[in-house]
């Protein structure tokens, strides 16, 4: 039907009813040229139409799906009040929930109930979901009490989005209340509680009602509750359950589906089955922006990071738009990598598409370049973010923390609290863990005991873990170990590994064997540990001990991951493993060391021969001077320009006397030295660390 030929409608004699013009209204679709809807818009005033409630509404809610919600509000307004009943408020609310405005369509419920008109069933199942979008529960137990009054607390749909409502508020147990006593329940009912479990993290309570609705067969799974059962399984390595899952999906000939195919990639990715999450990316046959993002985060969950750059350069080459989604995964593989030029490209492109005033997106970016060395650039980021939220200050304050800037770290918090932003779960353990590396035991106190009573969190391992790290960094052992034995909660590797750490660094052998042994039992796996306590009996000239300790790695067939570093010269990556004679400048890199040693000698440097570890006696003092880290900085030394700040990466724990001559090198040479080890970054200034020599 064509909407420019209504003039010659008349002009034939067909009468422009009503219904005629309703009919013409319910045939535009919103893809459709506005001029289509105001066209018809002025028939309606012309033939005086506007005081139709049938005709009002069909163009109130027309002009909204073509994205004028502006002027839905203005048509509104002007409307006579006669002009608006029940459905006609029920579809303007209806539609500032869809366009992400909850406040304001929960003002004109209230103007509704106002100008005395009472709500229905289908005003409640439009109300709703923006009590949900509030994220304020108060609103939604107002909006319960009402619907009771009303008599639809009985109603199905109003039972499913009173459900959905509470589980988007995080209040699931209300949610299963609500579900629990709805007389009638469908699948939509079902998946609500499904997918309310999911984003609760309540991820084994979301298998057990996909479970009910299988075992039941009460309605059938759809592509929401399948999508979201495979997401569940994914967050808890639930393998088994989602392999029958898959064997579902292809009984119901689910498989097409792009919610349901790029649930399976992400199920078997996440459980380490990355040849399987491939394949069936490639069996795809047209992929659309959400498959290709799963396939980088695949990559990203198997430590494939190359790959995963790999793959978001392949998805732009097919043009394929990124969205943040695809952002996010690329920046945050780039900061594993700690590829710095990597990193600028994808700002480049996200300047370009225009996402920097996206907060996910920007937070990414301060991640990246903090990662990458560069705490100058993260800030600069940081300043520039308009519409900041809890994960931009959160993602500041890390960064500023892991480059041992802890004051300004505790600073950045503050000022995150005066401007009215509360604080997560990440954000409190990266305020704490500022206060251990500044020695602030009193404030870090403050801040661990506000995360109940000022925050309503409940303190978790890695806050307790904190914690720990602050007393023990301080060399208050006993005090740490008391803390910990008084733990509402069972104390996690992580716990007891912060007590270990500062046990090596004072010296503490008794205790540090005790809480080592501990260990062995809670990750028999982890290396660290093993070397942690050898170390400790070698400082103590307790030889034949520490050769046990490494002995009983071999027994348990716990090996330490060999050692590497890497330094980007020239956008160029180089790296260096012990002894590596691999390199074209061989030669000049091991003069550069001789050289290296005499200089740092000369400032009084001892050398720390317990850090030699497979060495004999006799060879253990030349064989520090082949760690990678060392070899990595003689030839940053010989490469970069003069000035020029070096960065290198390591895979490993930088060991005591790697860290005395970075020290020593960056008064000498004048120049900073930047290494980000597994634990942390390290500046090295003037002969100084950003660590306090604690790491």
Known sequence: MKLSLLPKSEKSGIATTPTFLSNLLNAVSPSESLKHVTQIHTHIIVNGYTSLPVLFNVLLNLYAKCGRIATSLLLFSAAHQSTKNVFTWTSLISQLTHFNKPFQALSFFTQMRAAGIFPNHFTFSAILPACADTAVVF????????????????????????????????????????????????????????????????????????????????????????????????????????????????????????????????????????????????????????????????????????????????MRSEGISPDEASYSSVLHASANLAALNQGTLVHGQIIKMGFLNNACVVSSLVTMYAKCGCLDDAYHVFEQIENDNVVCWTAMIAACQQHGRGNQAIELFEEMLKEGIKPDYITLVCVISACSHTGRIEEGYAYFNSITKVHGLSPGHEHYACMVDLLARAGRLDEALKFIKSMPIKPDASVWGALLGACANYGNLELGREVAERLFVLEPDNPGNYVLLSNMYARRGKLKEADEVRRLMGINRVRKEPGCSWIDVKQKTFVFTVHDRSHSRTDEIYAMLRKLEELVKNKGYVPQTQFAVNSAEAYKEQNLWYHSEKLALAFGLLALPTGAPIRIKKNLRTCGDCHTVMKLASEIFKREIIVRDINRFHHFNNGLCSCRDFW
Not at 251 to 261: F, G, N, R, S
Not at 270 to 289: P, W, Y
């Open 139 to 314: 609103h939604g137990q107002q909006m319960h009490c009402l619907i009771c009054k009303h008599g639809c607390d009985t109603d199905v749909f109003v039972g499913t989005a009173l459900a959905d409502m509470y589980a988007k508020c995080g209040f699931l147990d209300l949610a299963q209340k609500v579900f629990v006593q709805m007389p009638e329940r469908n699948l939509v009912s079902w998946n609500s509680m499904i997918v309310g479990c999911l984003s609760n993290q309540l991820y084994h309570k979301a298998v057990v009602f996909f479970r009910e609705v299988i075992r039941e067969d009460l309605f059938g799974a759809n592509q929401v509750s399948i999508s979201s059962v495979l997401s569940a399984c994914a967050n808890i390595g639930d393998l088994g359950f989602g392999k029958q899952v898959h064997a579902l999906v292809v009984k119901h000939d689910l498989e097409t589906l792009p919610y349901v195919k790029n649930s399976l990639m992400d199920l078997y990715f996440k459980c380490g089955c990355f040849d399987d999450g491939h394949r069936l990316f490639i069996a795809q046959g047209t992929r659309d922006v959400v498959a290709w993002n799963v396939m980088v985060m695949g990559c990203v969950y198997n430590n494939n990071f190359e790959e995963a750059c790999n793959c978001f350069w392949v």
